[in-house]
Each structure stands twice: as C-alpha cells, then as structure tokens.
C-alpha cells in the first residue's frame, strides 16, 4: 500500500502526517527541523513512501534537497495551491497543516517547485544583500531630508551620492545644535553606501566572467542587473518547454474570470519572482524610452504605446524581453537587431 507524508516546517520543530491511498491517517507527530531527524522518525515509521511533501519556505529548500539525498522522495510544493486547502480549516495548527499537505500529495492537487542550484541561490542572496544595503541607504537619506526640512534646510532634487554629505554640511554649518544629530546618519549612509560598493563591484566581476550573462546583455535595455537577475531566477533554462512560458511564470501576463456570461481579463497576475519582475520592467521602460537605436523589438513597443499606452507597452515589452532572452540562453545565439538580420 502507497502512503504519502506532509511535512509543515517551522524553525525548530516540523510537524508530520502520514496517510494511505484511501486518506487514513496512520501515524503522526513531530520531530526536529533536521533532516536526520526527520528521516529516521520516517524510518521508524515502517511504512512505504510514496511521495513527500513540504511548502516552499526558508528551511524547505535545505531540507529537500538533504532529504532527496538520503534517498527519499521529497518535493516542495507551492503554496499558493495548497492556501485553497488550509483556508477553509476553522481550526489551523501546524498538525492540520501537516494533515492537508498529505492529502495533498495523495490526491496529486500540487505543482511541484523548482529547486535552484547552490550557485543561484548564493547569486540570489548576493542580489538580496546589495539591494538591502541600497534600499537602507535611501530611508537614511529620505530620513535626513525630512528631518532638516522642519527647520527649513532643504535637500531637494536629485543629489549625487558623492556630494550628498557635503550638503548637508554646508546647510549644518550654521547650526551647531543640528549638527551632532544629523552626523550619525550621515555616518551610517557613508558605511551603508561602501558596502554597497563592494557587493556590487563583486557582482559585475562575476558578470564579466559568466557567458551566458554577456550575451543576454546585448538585448537593448538589458543591463549587468537585469541579465544577472533573469539568470539566478530561471537557473535551468530546460525547465521551460517553450520560451513563452516564462511570461506566466513571472507574473507578466493578464489575469482572467470567465464565468457564465461574465468573460474579463484583469491586470497582469504578479505570480512568481517580484525581483526579476521588476528589473524586466525597468529594462523594457528604458528601451522604449532611452535606447536611440531602433529594433523590430521597439518598434512593436511603440505601436503598443499608441493603441493602448505607454504603460501597457512597457509590460508587454518585458514580457517579450523575458521570452528572447530565454531563447538566447537556449540558442547560445544573441539579439537580433532587425527582420533581416534574423532571417539571413
């Protein structure tokens, strides 16, 4: 007789469930967050497995992947299909959670999430840092603005990075009470900004030595970012049958009700990684409003923006993007700029 276990992780404890084929439970409990742990409770168990299922989380990559390795066949499953399940429970508690996981995996009603490679997910968290770094260099900044505006020093417009503590300076000079208030944030922004420095000259390095990333870089609008970004998100480019699956997967695509007599499309569905979502759109935003070069690529874009807005078309562009820069993973080919040049 199959079985079938669900897996609700937490830091320290997991919760577990096993059920048969016809959705009996036959024995549940809970053991440490540790892959150890967790397959010798399921050895204890006595039983044969079918299938394992865990929500995609912070410790469910690692325990997958460990997990996998001691030869069992775990998944981690998204968890925006299994929310239809959990949310109906008037009672929700770790145990139930790790109940609706196994009948999940038992009746099949899950997808499967794809599980990146270490060098992704080191990249990832190199991208995660600088951006951190960045975003706590802007509140700093926007929080020194607004605190010299209430006595009517103003940092207005758009101030380089480098001159930005001098500024402030001159505007301090001749408040000597202010002065010994501000310099701490100003400290802090200098620190947050080298660092900043640092990881991002640690990530061109690796761009310059990945292939695949200069070839994605010659797509007009497509930076180091951008092409870093779209790589550490996709990981295996195998994954995707057909190049315009990678639209949906990204969240660039309309959402739809159909229903009876009602039939409407909504806005895009924002499903999948927001971070690679966003710097599509910047990437699609500056090649139809910064790239003087043109392109059968922009011009598309354009007629886009005529008919139904310049916003509509710089989704529709980074929905584009993300399919040729798919298919030129795939080809090992590079941009074309025209027609012509695709055909010959």
Request: glycine letters at 8%; charged letters at 25%; hydrophobic letters at 40%.
């Amino acid at each position: 007789m199959k079985h079938f276990v669900g897996l609700d992780v937490s830091l320290a404890e997991t919760a577990i469930c096993i059920v048969d084929q016809d959705g009996i439970i036959v024995t549940e409990g809970k053991s440490p967050s540790d892959p150890e742990a967790i397959s010798t409770w399921l050895s204890d168990a006595g039983v044969v497995i079918d299938r394992i299922g865990l929500e995609i989380g912070g410790l469910s990559r690692w325990l997958c992947i460990e997990l996998k390795a001691g030869g069992w066949p775990a998944f981690c499953i998204d968890p925006r299909r299994l929310r239809g399940v959990t949310k109906t429970m008037p009672v929700k508690t770790d145990r139930n959670d790790a109940r609706a996981i196994a009948q999940v995996m038992r009746v099949g009603w899950f997808n499967i999430v794809h599980i990146k490679s270490t060098q992704s997910q080191e990249l990832r968290m190199l991208l995660g840092n600088r951006k951190a770094l960045l975003t706590k260099q802007i509140d700093i900044e926007n929080e020194i603005r607004g605190t010299l505006r209430v006595f009517g020093l103003k940092l207005y417009g758009r101030i380089q990075n480098a001159v930005f503590e001098q500024r402030a300076s001159e505007l301090l000079a001749d408040h000597p009470r202010l002065g010994p208030i501000v310099q701490p944030m100003l400290i802090a922004r200098a620190a947050l900004r080298d660092q900043c420095a640092v990881l991002h000259r640690m990530l061109l390095q690796l761009i310059r030595k990945d292939e695949v990333c200069r070839r994605l870089m010659t797509v007009p609008g497509v930076g180091a970012l951008t092409a870093i970004t779209f790589v550490t998100t996709v990981d295996d480019p195998a994954r995707f049958e057909r190049s315009r699956d990678v639209g949906p997967h990204l969240g660039l695509t309309p959402r739809k009700y159909a229903s009876g007599e009602v039939d409407r499309n909504g806005a895009i569905s924002k499903c999948g990684d927001g971070l690679c979502r966003s710097t599509l759109y910047q990437a699609s935003l500056s090649l139809l409003t910064r790239t003087k070069r043109w392109s059968s690529l922009k011009a598309w874009g354009m007629s886009v923006a005529k008919r139904r807005g310049l916003r509509r078309a710089v989704v529709a562009v980074a929905r584009k993007l993300a399919i040729i820069m798919h298919r030129i993973w795939t080809d090992g080919t590079e941009f074309r700029w025209s027609r012509e040049e695709a055909t010959a």
